[in-house]
């Protein structure tokens, strides 16, 4: 079962065809979720999604089990017979293992997902012994209820890409937070594996009104932040911050300044491109980028290789990502060559 950002399952469903021809696709929740069948065995599948992994596709998860669901209590009973079925051979007593219920949105049923999740930890803790867990689990047991199925599979984490339920990853909101934009960045730091405390000095392209400035500077970097729009007043204090009140097009550094760019400016890709590759000099060989860049209806692959080709010779990508929290827009990892 695939998962992809409301709107952008298409666009995952093609991905995934190109890798493997001939895959066929049917929806569980309209343009978000989807079951996969492949022309090949799950196993190779997964491999092959993890290596390769598709841009829009969030989260992975198995079908060992397509349940006839019927929306009453029958329903948990159904599964949690499935749930004394399985192999204890993969269930040591004391593993932590965590249980991932979702539906589509907007379905009503007579018990809650966590009734379910409860009846399944319940039933898989007095079977195997298991720990359940809601983080730091070594094997997800993950349920999806429509109407009249349950799909149900047990899989590593790093088989589904994400180890959040559908690849939803929450962050705690916190008092002070300046913007959600924020929240882009701390899930760009996770997927793509960055410690951002390991860089010294960062340039913020379009950094009002500071989330990612504000997160930048709390990982302990140096931040040039550069927007013509205003910086919440309480970062204006903090002596590692430099705020160059200007748009991107009239600032200049010395060459080698930074060893990280973040650029979310929200703005048309081609010019963003432009912008953020006049600034390339300023970046150390070898520093990373971090760049949203906003989808135009419809063109999405377009516009990701027009992106890269205006960066063809200065920065190789790394990774593309539809993050969970990029709404029309995708987030590019780069390295300076
Ligand atoms: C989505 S907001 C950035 C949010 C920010 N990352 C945060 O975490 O709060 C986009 C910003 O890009 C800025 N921007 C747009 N065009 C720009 C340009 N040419 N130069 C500098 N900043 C620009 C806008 O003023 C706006 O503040």
Redesign the pocket.
């Known amino acids: 079962m695939g998962t992809a950002n409301h709107g952008y399952a298409q666009q995952a469903q093609e991905e995934v065809r190109r890798l493997f021809p001939g895959a066929a696709f049917r929806y569980l929740a309209p343009a978000e979720v989807f079951v996969m069948e492949f022309p090949v065995a799950s196993a190779e599948a997964v491999t092959t999604l993890r290596d390769k992994e598709p841009i829009f596709l969030r989260h992975i998860q198995p079908v060992d089990a397509e349940l006839e669901a019927h929306g009453d209590a029958a329903d948990i009973e159904a599964l949690m017979n499935w749930a004394q079925s399985l192999p204890a051979s993969r269930f040591a007593p004391g593993l932590p293992v965590a249980v991932h219920v979702r539906k589509p949105d907007g379905l009503a049923l007579p018990y809650a997902n966590a009734d379910l999740r409860a009846a399944l930890q319940e039933t898989l803790a007095q079977q195997f012994g298991i720990e359940p867990v809601v983080r730091g689990a070594a094997l997800i047991v993950s349920v999806y209820v429509t109407g009249d199925k349950l799909y149900a599979g047990v899989s590593e984490p790093a088989h589904n890409l994400s180890d959040w339920p559908g690849g939803a990853i929450r962050f705690q909101r916190e008092d002070e937070q300046?913007?959600r934009?924020?929240f882009?960045?701390l899930e760009a730091e996770q997927r793509f594996g960055l410690d951002l405390s390991d860089f010294r000095a960062a340039l913020?392209?379009?950094?009002?009104?500071?989330?990612?400035?504000?997160?930048l500077l709390e990982r302990g970097l140096r931040v040039t932040a550069?927007?013509?729009?205003a910086l919440h007043p309480s970062l204006l204090g903090d002596h590692k911050l430099t705020y160059l009140r200007?748009?991107?097009?009239d600032v200049r550094f010395a060459p080698d300044s930074f060893d990280l760019l973040?650029c979310?400016?929200?703005?048309n890709p081609k010019?963003?491109a432009r912008?953020v590759a006049d600034l390339l000099y300023a970046l150390r060989t070898n520093g990373l980028a971090v760049i949203?860049v906003k989808l135009l209806h419809g063109k999405a692959f377009q516009t990701v290789r027009e992106v890269t080709a205006a960066f063809a010779g200065s920065l190789e990508l790394l990774r593309a990502k539809q993050l969970f929290h990029n709404r029309d827009e995708l987030t590019l990892l780069l390295r300076r060559v």
């Open positions: 300046i913007s934009a924020k882009k960045l913020d392209i379009g950094a009002a009104p500071g989330g990612w400035t504000s997160l550069v927007d013509p729009a200007k748009n991107a097009g973040v979310d400016m929200s703005w010019q963003m912008l949203t």
